[in-house]
Nanobody
Framework: EERLVDSGGGTVQPGGSLRLSCSAS????????MNWVRQAPGKGPEWVAH????????HYANFVKGRFTISRDSAKNTLYLQMNNLQPEDTASYFC???????????RGQGTQVTVRS
């Protein structure tokens, strides 16, 4: 069974940091481009970041540039999202998504909740 399991969420104060993880199993993780996507309550999914198969090419949504870093460890079948300087507007459920972009996702994690509040 192909699975993506998200973890690492929590509650932090504004300016705080979290590192999210997405553990992959049941498929060849190293062969897929990956993304992080978030969804705030009452809103649709919002693409956050993308990483290439090799990990050498990354892209970010404008609202996270300079604050978030996407990375991958294909030896561990794990995708990461390092989030720094978190703000209340970053509050959302974050999930990893397999594929070239959100519109062409072929599998996704269950999500991990990030809450930023004073």
């Amino acid at each position: 069974e192909e699975r993506l399991v998200d973890s690492g969420g929590g509650t932090v104060q504004p300016g705080g940091s979290l590192r999210l993880s997405c553990s992959a199993s049941g498929f060849s993780f190293r062969d897929y481009m990956m993304n992080w996507v978030r969804q705030a309550p009452g809103k649709g999914p919002e693409w956050v970041a993308h990483i290439s198969v090799s990990g050498t090419i990354t892209h970010y949504a404008n609202f996270v540039k300079g604050r978030f870093t996407i990375s991958r460890d294909s030896a561990k079948n794990t995708l990461y999202l390092q989030m720094n300087n978190l703000q209340p507007e970053d509050t959302a459920s974050y999930f990893c998504a397999r594929g070239p972009d959100w519109a062409h996702t072929t599998n996704r994690g269950q999500g991990t909740q990030v809450t930023v509040r004073s």
